[in-house]
Nanobody
Framework: QVQLVESGGGLVQPGGSLRLSCAAS????????MGWYRQAPGKQRELVAT???????NYADSVKGRFTISRDNAKNTVYLQMNSLKPEDTAVYYC???????????????WGQGTQVTVSS
């Protein structure tokens, strides 16, 4: 079994910054794609930023230039630095990882429990 634990959410004023962390633990042989999604009330879950293959990244247009995804492979951890936050960034942020749990085994998709980000004055 694999667990993803997010942290770093909270309440911040417009224009402020937050840094989210997502640590993967458990039966991990390798991690492929790993990144962040968000879901605002009444809306569908959407991509925020993710590592795809290798060091390639993909960002939602709405966060380009404001958010930066990074990772520490030794710690199986991915980060999301969020700057110049706007009220429309308010959502529950989820971490997702594609994990191989044993050599030659299949990929499995895992989600974290989510962390609330609220941008409000």
């Amino acid at each position: 079994q694999v667990q993803l634990v997010e942290s770093g959410g909270g309440l911040v004023q417009p224009g402020g910054s937050l840094r989210l962390s997502c640590a993967a633990s458990g039966s991990i042989f390798s991690i492929g794609a790993m990144g962040w999604y968000r879901q605002a009330p009444g809306k569908q879950r959407e991509l925020v930023a993710t590592f795809t293959s290798g060091d390639n990244t993909n960002y939602a247009d709405s966060v380009k230039g404001r958010f930066t995804i990074s990772r520490d492979n030794a710690k199986n951890t991915v980060y999301l630095q969020m700057n110049s936050l706007k009220p429309e960034d308010t959502a529950v942020y989820y971490c997702k990882a594609i994990v191989v749990t044993k050599a030659g085994g299949p990929n499995y998709q895992y989600w974290g429990q989510g962390t609330q980000v609220t941008v409000s004055s």
